[in-house]
């Protein structure tokens, strides 16, 4: 399964959901989830990702070992979301990629 990790909270850019052929991609209020129950490991969601934080379950960093358990229990109860919008305002000042500077994710995880 392929799984969301921390650098897509508070980002949420949604390039991802566009490409997935069986719309495993749970929206929750700053952050989106993989369903790994669903999940066909086609890889087309991973290169989407301006954020860089869609991984394989084989590749996730070690520090981020934890989303593969957040993963599978917000997609549970996150409603499916299979068209893009638009991400928050201030989506590019938490984009580690875009911007060294950002503090640990996690504790902004909004459920
Ligand atoms: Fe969907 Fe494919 Fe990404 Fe799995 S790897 S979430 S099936 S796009
Ligand atoms: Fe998140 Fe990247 Fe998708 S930031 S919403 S995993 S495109």
Known sequence: T???????????????????????????????VIDPDECIDCTLCEPECPAEAIFSEDDVPKEHQKY?????????SWPVITESKEPPADADQWDRIKNGEVEDKLPHLEK
Request: proline letters at 5%; glycine letters at 4%; one cysteine or more.
């Open 2 to 32: 392929f799984v969301v990790t921390e650098n897509c909270i508070k980002c949420k850019y949604t390039d991802c959901v566009e490409v997935c052929p069986v719309d495993c991609f749970h929206e929750g209020p700053n952050f989106l």
């Open 68 to 76: 593969l358990g957040i993963n599978a229990e917000l997609a549970k």
